[in-house]
């Protein structure tokens, strides 16, 4: 299993891959074309020798999951958000009202339209082929986007987020947006979120200016504030083990949760260093504590796992041993600078699943 950034000839397999995911994962493209357009914007922001945050342009960098010579899986990083359109969300927040005179307390929640997460990175696009998850694949993919921020942090926001995607009912329908959204939008979800992805526009001329007391939209709709899809929570309970979290902050149409961290919070940047390859075949095997180890150079900038057997261990943390045939994937030689991450927690290799 390799990640990778993504080429022209991988917009076959990608837009396979695209039929496969569901109405609500609209920031996936779904045609040839769309897939052709954000796989050339990926090669430009990683060809890119200015990019980075005083840009003020959204750099979009797409990876594919490869193994077996197909392409699995994808996941991408935006960077600097509202720098060309405002990214709204809505804010859950509690407001109280009293009466002393009838001894009447009122606690009440209200949704309120915001763009607190101008200048942020966010991490988008998470989709594994359903045939297969798990084995770690998704937590590979999930995490090469954290081994690419480490390798080149000039180029990332310091403040990083994730929209999840958010629930909806087996006929994909979407309670949320049924209560609130549709009754200002006059279209379907699927037309308006493919819309946001390129123009915020309509979104500040449509949506209510007004917070929306919840006590006033349908039980179904206020269950699901804040919840994301039944095929997600494995994505987004995998970057809570990497530090983000809940802060109340949603998506405007399907309410699924936004979760954020600063950057060097991140558990595997946190813990990411630069070390030197030794090419050794008697470190490889299905024992032993797994790494991600990732070539940093932009131009060659690729990632996988590896485990390293005990007697591989070395207190020499500047050198990294690996067999000939992790090297070759990773296009690097004996002597050559790696990055290495240490994997934690086993349990990870089951939350390594599904999509965001």
Known sequence: ??????????????????????????????????????????MA????????????????????????????????????????????????????????????RSDVEILSLVNDYHGYCELGTLFLDPAWRGGGRGRLLSFSRFMLMAA????????????????????????FWEAIGQKFFKMGFVEADSRSTHDTRFIADLMPKHPIYVSLISAEAQRIIGQPHTLSRPAMELLESQGFRYRNCMDILDAGPSIETVVKDVEVIRNSQKATVVIDDSVGGEEGKKWLV???????????????????????????????????LLQVDSGQEVLVSPLASKEQDERGRGES
Request: net charge negative.
């Open 152 to 175: 080149d942090p000039d180029r990332f926001n310091q403040n990083v987020l994730a929209e999840i995607r958010g629930w909806s009912d087996s006929d994909e329908r979407f309670p």
């Open 294 to 328: 990732a070539n940093p150079a932009l131009e060659k900038f690729s990632c996988l796992e590896v485990r390293l057997v005990a007697s591989a261990e070395s207190a020499d943390r500047q050198k990294f041993p690996m067999t000939s045939t992790q090297a070759k």
């Open 1 to 42: 299993m390799l990640v990778r950034p993504a080429r022209l000839e991988d917009v076959s397999d990608l837009t396979e891959l695209s039929q496969k995911a569901g109405r609500g994962l609209t920031t996936m493209p779904k045609t040839r074309g769309e897939m052709t357009a954000r796989v050339e914007d990926s």
């Open 45 to 104: 922001a990683f060809a890119s020798r200015d990019a980075g945050p005083d840009k003020e342009v959204t750099e979009k960098y797409l990876l594919v999951l490869e193994e077996e010579e197909r392409v699995l899986g994808t996941a991408g990083i935006f960077t600097n958000l509202g720098s060309e359109r405002p990214f709204y969300s809505y804010r859950l927040s509690h407001i109280t009202n009293q009466s002393p005179e009838l001894n009447i």
